[in-house]
């Protein structure tokens, strides 16, 4: 018995830093495939990275220097709506993540990392923020902080 609960607890010892690399894993395809599903305009894709709850946030600087702050999903999807129902063509857009740094603490993960997007705007590069929740087994974002066209505005700030 005794070499048994030994024999186990190696086991799953050898287990527990790949099931930590998993999260990783599946954190950063949600990443990407939220972010290609937007740009897709594939709606189910995109809205299936996002936790449904009226705790979510949105917050970027988008193209042109506005900036956004979304809260909660029925705001969200609201907010959204037209960009899937557009006539236009999806983009072609080409998604580069990199420089991932993931906190995680149990079901929830803090992420960082730079983002280069390529598409009918031209290149476009960003630093990333995302709140990550596993919910009911799957990660999903709650909270995004996007950071685009940094040169333009640390330029606008030192040139008042």
Known sequence: MKKLLIFSVVLVGLHLPAWGQDDQVAIKNLLYNETVGFFKRDKAKWADCWAHTPYISFAANLYGGDFTLIKGWDNMEKQ????????????????????????????????????????SHGKTDSKESRVVEKIGGKWKIIHVTALTNLSQLTQSANNP
């Open 80 to 119: 959204f709506r037209n960009q899937f129902k557009t006539g236009r063509p999806a983009d072609q857009v080409t998604v580069k993540n990199a420089n991932y740094t993931i906190h995680q603490n149990g079901n929830m993960a803090f992420v960082w990392y730079d983002q280069t997007l390529l598409d």
